[in-house]
C-alpha cells in the first residue's frame, strides 16, 4: 500500500497478492496466461490493483474502490469477418 502522492492520506494504491494455491490466485493466473500481459504495467499476474478514496466523511461514508489491473473486459461473443 501506498498513499497517492497528490491526494494526501485519503487515496492509496493496493496490491492484493494471491498464492497460486487459492481458486482466486489460480483464476488470476489463468486469465493472465490468455490476454495481453500489458495490462499489467503495474503489478503482476496473479494480483489485484486497487485503487482505494476515502471521503472526509469516513467512516459513516463509504470509501470508492477502483479496480485497476487487471483489465477484466469480456471476451467477444462472435467475430466479425470483413469481406
Known sequence: CEPVAESGLLE???EMAFPATTPL?????AAASSRD???YSSGTPGSLALRVRFPLGFPETPPEIWLRHPRLL????LQVVAD
Open 74 to 77: 469480456p471476451e467477444p461473443l
Open 25 to 29: 490466485g489460480r483464476s488470476l493466473l
Open 37 to 39: 500481459l500489458s495490462s
Open 12 to 14: 492509496w494504491d493496493v
